[in-house]
């Protein structure tokens, strides 16, 4: 389990990666038709780097049809099985060679199967049940276009009752479950021994397998079985038995929701309990994105949403209303974090009109961070100072830093007093977040190379160039142009560590400048080009002030430098470091 801070990505590499320094070694990916996002990603990831380690990744997964199967050199097709195959597979289970019954026998059953190993196996069990092991008896007792489905609830009939039982409720709690889960599911009289020997039983019928004696952990054998029994049973009694593991589950791991948020949110929602599982699910998205995994939080945020939206009117309740806005919070977060800002301002705008009039003062804060980006600076100057005036003294931190940004970036002479403000709560430093405010703090004051200092001790390189391209402007301004083109190149080198195209941009842009002032024309020109080229597609506005620049070099004719810093990009910066975890 790694911190919540730490990529998981980045985390899951370096496992394997110390793995496969020890010895060879195989990660095997089963059923992979359900992987998750962030296990994708991980996956894809790992695939560029295999080349390099002994490292076997296989990976299984089910298809619907051949057109969702890959044909790529490096993945086996496993087709169902031809007749003489079949027919092997026949003869070892029944432990007979008897070809003149036997092949009939295989014949019909590889008919009926379609060659599907499972089918096959399913098939042969229920003769070696039945006792109905002829050629015409399989033909008589097979004519039905639901052959597995009636194959597994024949045998599951045939039990015991106190198997059946057993593998009913194992079936509602999932593929793999251990003894315990089944006794919330159970008759109150039903003793734990008796669970045992009923499980030893379907273990013996070779329907579950015995995953580990010490904890009494079983998986099903086939996922197709566990479906199969699981559907079989009236939908009333699937959400009665869901809903009563849930709250099994939900008051043996008390102390530890989180870790088991998702199974929660998945049997609370199968036994229709909207609000319980929206809970669970703003959990599991809250997990989500501190480990980084934006996509599948937001996945989670809306399911919330959607379970919320099934509640009836009559239902809504103030716990409704804050979980509502938890979750389109969570949204914002989501949004401002992987810097689609536009869409943070919307859920942030929504998460406040469902909390009018008592909003809450960090999502007042973070309103305020989106706002700027949507031109509606005053408003968001509005919103921090309305957050600052509902936190108590020396708690607001996140208000007054947010509000300092605000005004600094409106050179507004106010922004000095926030600036001193907001200073002895951010020091000394209690975490990453408050160094990363007094850092910026130390920035909007001109300290330019105190902040750069701070701003690469938190490896936050975006805010260490930023701060050496305003010590390149102060030195410019100065008339120490040689300065400023170090500073500027100091800028430049930060973001090439990064691979940063649009810092890169930047810093060529400002060097630009510092040429032309020197009266090198042809240098000017070659890092504007160059700057352009960087920018590629990016804003028309943008790349409008660079064209004008180059204009003006071109033809020798600039009287003044147009000015661009990038507030896009300068604001992107600011936001991340401000934003409250």
């Known amino acids: 389990i790694f911190p919540c801070r730490i990529d998981a990505i980045t985390a899951h590499q370096s496992i394997c990666n110390h793995l496969a320094q020890r010895a060879p070694f195989v990660l095997l990916v089963e059923n992979a038709q359900w992987m998750d996002t962030l296990s994708q990603a991980l996956l894809d990831d790992l695939q560029t780097k295999i080349a390099a380690w002994p490292v076997l990744i296989v990976l299984t997964q089910r298809t619907e049809n051949d057109a969702e199967r890959s044909t790529d050199k490096n993945t086996l097709i496993l087709r169902p099985l031809d007749e003489t195959a079949t027919c092997g597979l026949v003869t070892h289970m029944l432990q007979t060679e008897e070809a003149a ?3 009939a026998l295989c014949q019909s059953i590889h008919r009926h199967s379609e ?42 009939d045939s039990l015991p009752y106190s198997e059946r039982v057993a593998a009913k409720d194992a079936s509602i709690v999932g593929d793999d479950f251990h003894a315990s889960d089944l006794v919330p599911l159970q008759d109150a009289n039903a003793d734990k021994a008796h669970l045992i020997a009923s499980l030893t039983g379907l273990e013996s019928a070779r329907m579950v397998l015995q995953m580990s004696p010490a904890d009494v952990h079983y998986a099903f054998r086939q996922t197709v079985t566990r479906e199969v029994i699981y559907n079989s049973q009236p939908f009333d009694k699937r959400r009665t038995q869901h809903a009563r593991l849930a709250e099994y589950l939900e008051g043996r791991y008390a102390s530890v929701l989180a870790a088991y948020a998702e199974l929660l949110a998945h049997h609370y929602a199968t036994a229709q309990r909207w609000l319980s ?107 921090a100072r309305e957050a600052w005036s509902l936190l108590p003294v020396g708690e ?19 922004a000095r007093a926030w ?87 930047l810093a060529r842009y400002r060097q630009a400048e510092a040429y032309w002032r020197a009266g090198q024309s042809a240098a000017a020109r070659a890092a504007l080009e160059t700057a352009l080229a960087l920018l590629g597609d990016g804003s028309a506005a943008d790349r409008e002030i660079i064209h004008t620049a180059l204009d003006s070099v071109t033809e020798d004719s600039a009287t003044s430098w147009p000015a661009w810093r990038w507030q896009a990009y300068d604001d992107a910066c600011r936001i991340l470091l401000l934003f409250p975890f």
């Open 101 to 103: 019954d036997i092949a």
């Open 419 to 505: 600036i001193e403000h907001a200073r002895p709560l951010a020091t000394p430093p209690t975490d990453r977040w408050t160094a990363g405010i007094a850092a910026l703090l130390d920035d909007f004051s001109g300290e330019w190379e105190v902040a750069r200092r701070a701003y690469l001790a938190l490896d936050h390189t975006d805010g260490a160039a930023l701060a050496a391209c305003r010590q390149g402007d102060r030195t410019l301004h100065d008339g120490d142009i040689a300065a400023a083109l170090a500073h500027y190149e100091s800028a430049a080198d930060l973001w090439k560590q990064e691979n940063d195209a649009p810092g890169l941009a």
């Open 277 to 383: 599982a929206a809970r669970y699910l703003i959990l599991s998205g809250d997990k989500a994105r501190q480990r980084y995994a934006f996509p599948q939080a937001a996945a989670c945020y809306r399911r919330a949403l959607e379970m919320i939206e099934r509640l009836p009117v009559e239902a809504i309740l103030p716990e409704v209303t804050a979980q509502k806005v938890h979750a389109y919070t969570g949204l914002g977060d989501v949004a401002l974090l992987t810097g689609d800002f536009a869409a943070a301002a919307t859920h942030y705008g929504a998460a406040r009109q469902i909390s009018a009039p008592e909003t809450p003062a960090m999502l007042l804060v973070k309103l305020a961070l989106a706002l700027p980006t949507q031109g509606q600076a005053d408003e968001a100057i509005a919103c």
């Open 115 to 156: 060659g599907n190993p499972l089918f096959i196996e399913e098939i042969v069990r229920w003769m070696q049940r039945t006792g109905r092991t002829t050629p015409d008896a399989v033909e008589a007792g097979l004519r039905s276009s639901d052959v597995l489905q009636e194959l597994i609830i024949s045998r599951v």
């Open 396 to 414: 607001d931190l996140a208000a007054s830093a947010t509000l300092a940004w605000l005004l600094w970036r409106a050179e507004d002479p106010a």
